[in-house]
């Protein structure tokens, strides 16, 4: 393990440093197609440092322009404007009219439309009303020239899959007018197929063959950026006017160059302008020090249309990875929870990336409030930035939405690659194949973050969207649209070999579990619910609604489900390296070493802290052991099932009791007690699952002697004696930093407590695990130490100070006692002959 995991470590760096230094070289993007035209003008105009030509004289094979009258005002009136040379001519058409452009890369093209109202002999273009639309689709609807007093640029993104593109001008009376047309190519990949839907959580696909409408793009941080220092001569707008409390950001920049990688943003994605200024939460300000609020951006968007939102972010502010976590909102809804941006990057600072959202139709309100806050995650620094947005609206455009900015734009500086020499050709081998390698696992990581895409029986959601030019709402996935992925039962029994026992991987209280190989070769894990109750389903599908609002890092993610005939079915991400038990012990895999061990115990601590805060009532597992904690190919811990039967009993028959769910061995005895739960149980939960983790052995073992059958019972032994290290698993025991192990041991001990009140919240082991890891670095890393201090500083609420509060568990062995004697009130029914009756049943 420990090789792979350095190998992977050196690839990455090589092929980042590779990947830097081929982007050195390559700087911009050369569109296939570019047509600029300033329409009614008979000569060529410099823009910037883009040649735009004059549609009055034409003649050009791969450009015609319709016949229409030639107008022009003063140069006074348009003196004012970014780009005056673009707005003092205009055609006008009295009758329907198209220019018509040969398309040499068929793929996604910006079409910029560009239009000044003014006055030209008897026309007055503010009386003129029209569309605007190509061979498939409406651009503009409704045009109304009253509507504008400036110049107004219109940009659409649109995927033309033919050999020519034709521009229709269509006046409603008779009057349309058109002051400058840009076709561009864009690079294809500028678009994903897929994104996140923000309410509920869920994948979107089929977004290649949308056409959008940019309604705001925003470079958070700075003032303008002007298309002649765009990489696509795009314009990004400061985002001072939209910012609802300025008072509480600061506007942050850098100077040090970015590290692009491949499989996240590119040069093209947005130029490194937007990437490395930021508006960042103003949190280290002395004045709001360790205070937590949100920074908030308020837009304008007309109801009922499906918008695309995309976030820029690119960390220019950390020192190290893994320092800056924050939360982002889209109007009530949080779309990305305790997101932290080096997990994405490799480790890597100052690396763009960028994060697609679908806001549905039925959620857009005509303003639309953007934030960002702090995690909730105690002990982790207030804090929170955004490089850029862009706000995209759907096709089925209508006329009067307003669009940001306006001008002319010019020519790439480096429209050609310069020299490429022979060395470089070379790099470029080596890159496109590190590159190819790194892309897969990127491809990987992603796709597991989110909703894996795939089709099912060939269907995917966006092929029940309607795509007519006048849609104006776009319905997700149909009826079911809030339930993520449904599958055909048929699907699944191809998946899964007709549910082979042969591919059983686990059997469950719901079910059993089965591995599967969707057609397009996406490993899912397939876990059947009992089919012989019928009166589930509606629970089940509440469940499901419930599962698919859920998404993070540490949760194994659902893909989708089943409900036909009456089958109970849900789909997961397939872990390659399956439980966390089976790495522990029994079943003869490599061992892991305490750092893997303590990095996995802070993943699966993560996804029960998301659990139990990120929403608003908080969902409590019930069913934390190590056999719940799985983990993937890079033996990131995921929490696995979560949620279920919380709501409906019926989902839950074939477990061992309605009323006690949870795994003997790892259940909270106030639960007995009291019946009642909290998330305190799943923190006792996990106070065994550490102790597993620690001493490798199975938390129940009746072939031990009678004193060391229960792990937790045992274990708290040597921790009240202080002895701790005499239980440790013997294969990690001399590489454990005695501090590490002392800080380890409390926090289990803490997790263990008799009263539900006295345990840590799931943010506090959290904290406590990241400290035990910091503690097992500090040796090798001097600025370890600084880092351990900070995080210590940062929290006092939880920690005074470095040194461990002395035995405050001084009162504890007392308590034992009043608490095997709580125990022993419940009538007739001892702890341990409960723990009988349970195994019997449960038959594990
Ligand atoms: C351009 O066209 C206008 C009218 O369409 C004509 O008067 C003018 O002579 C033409 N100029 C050139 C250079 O062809
Ligand atoms: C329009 O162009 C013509 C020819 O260049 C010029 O004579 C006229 O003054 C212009 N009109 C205005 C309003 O500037
Ligand atoms: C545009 O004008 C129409 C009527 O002429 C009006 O209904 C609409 O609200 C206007 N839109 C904007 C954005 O001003
Ligand atoms: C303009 O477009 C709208 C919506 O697509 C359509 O209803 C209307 O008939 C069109 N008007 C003209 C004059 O083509
Ligand atoms: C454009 O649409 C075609 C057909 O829908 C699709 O195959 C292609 O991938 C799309 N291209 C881009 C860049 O989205
Ligand atoms: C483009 O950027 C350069 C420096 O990067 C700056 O000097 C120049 O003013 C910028 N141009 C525009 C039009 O913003
Ligand atoms: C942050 O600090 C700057 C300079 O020290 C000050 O001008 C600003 O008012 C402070 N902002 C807040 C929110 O305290
Ligand atoms: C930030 O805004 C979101 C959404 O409105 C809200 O749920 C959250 O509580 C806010 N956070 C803070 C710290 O105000």
Redesign the pocket.
Known sequence: MPERVCYTKASSFLTLVLISLLYTCSRSFTPTDNYLVNCGSSGNTLVGTRLFVGDANLTSKTLSAPKGIIANTTTNSVASFDSPSLYQTARIFTNPSSYSFQIQQQGRHFIRLHFYPFVYQNYDLSTAKFNVSTQDITLLASFDGKNISGPMLKEYLVNITRGSLTLSFVPFSNLAFVNAIEVVSVPDNLILDSAQTINPLSQYNGLSGQAFETVYRVNMGIPKVTPDNDTLWRTWVPDMGFLQNQ??TQWVSTDSKLHFVEGLATQESAPSIVYSTATEL?SS?T??VGAKFNMTWQFDLQEGYTYMLRFHFCDIVSKSAGQLIFDVYVGPWAVLTDFELSSLTYNSLATPLFEDFILSAKDSTSKLSISIGPSKIVNVQPDGILNGLEIFKFDGISGTSTIVGHEGSRISLGAVLGIVGAGVILLVVIVVMLGAIRKRRLEKQRSSKIWTPFSVNGLTNSQSLTRSSNATTLTLGGQNGSLGYRFGFSVLLEATNHFDENWVIGVGGFGKVYKGTLRDGTRVAVKRGNTKSHQGINEFRTEIELLSRLRHRHLVSLVGYCDERNEMILVYEYMENGTLKSHLYGSGLPFLTWKQRLEICIGSARGLHYLHTGFAKAIIHRDVKSANILLDENLMAKVADFGLSKTGPELDQTHVSTAVKGSFGYLDPEYFRRQQLTEKSDVYSFGVVLLEVLCARPVIDPTLPKDMVNLAEWAMKYIRKRELIQIVDPKIAASIRPDSLRKFGETAEKCLADNGSERPNMGDVLWHLEYALQLQDVELDESGVNSIKLIAGASHELEPDLVPPPAESLDLDTEEEEDDAKLNDIPDVSMRRVFSQLIKHEGR
């Open positions: 008072d509480l103003a300000n004045s709001t």
